[in-house]
C-alpha cells in the first residue's frame, strides 16, 4: 500500500502482509493517522515512511519482514502507540534514519532489537583493528 503525497488521510483495519518489499509505505505524506495496521512477512520492511512527518500510528504490528518492523527514513515527529515489531530479519526492530527526528514509540510494545547508530559502527570498526594491533605487538 502505498501513500504518496497524502495529508490528512484516516486508514484503519488495514493487513499488508506477503508483497515483494514494504507492507506499507508513506513517501511525502504528513499527518495521516492509521490504525489497527498489520505488516508481516514483507521482502523488505513492514511500514517504511520516507519524508513523512506528523503521522499517527496506533495498534501497529509487524512481523517476519525481510528488513526491519518499521523503517523512518527523512521523516520526523512521528508518534506510534500500542506497537508490536518482532521477528523480523536480524532481529532489527525499527531503524529511525540513525537520528531521533522525534519519532516516538509509546504502549506496550516490543522489539528485539533497537537500531544500530553509525557511530557506533564507526566505533567497532576503528576499535576492531586496534585491538588486532595490540595482540600483534
Known amino acids: 500500500i502505498l501513500l504518496q503525497s497524502c495529508e490528512n488521510c484516516v486508514l484503519s483495519d488495514i493487513t499488508a502482509n506477503n508483497n515483494k518489499h ?5 513517501q511525502s ?3 495521516n493517522k492509521l490504525s ?10 513492514g511500514i517504511q515512511l520516507q519524508g513523512s512527518d506528523n503521522n499517527t500510528f ?3 504490528k509487524t512481523s ?3 528488513d526491519c518492523g518499521v523503517c523512518l527514513l527523512s521523516s520526523k515527529n ?9 521477528d523480523n530479519l536480524n532481529n532489527c526492530g525499527y531503524i529511525n534514519n540513525y537520528t531521533y527526528n522525534g519519532n516516538i514509540f509509546y504502549g506496550a510494545g516490543t522489539t ?3 537500531p544500530i547508530p553509525p557511530l557506533a559502527i ?10 588486532a594491533l595490540r595482540k600483534l605487538n
Open 78 to 86: 512521528n508518534t506510534f502507540y500500542n506497537w508490536q515489531i518482532s
Open 36 to 45: 489497527n495496521i498489520i505488516a508481516e512477512n514483507n521482502g523488505d520492511w
Open 112 to 114: 528485539t532489537k533497537a
Open 64 to 66: 517476519g519482514n525481510g
Open 122 to 131: 564507526i566505533l567497532v570498526l576503528i576499535t576492531i583493528p586496534i585491538i
Open 29 to 31: 505524506s504528513d499527518n
Open 58 to 60: 496506533n495498534g501497529l
Open 22 to 26: 514494504w507492507g506499507i509505505f508513506l
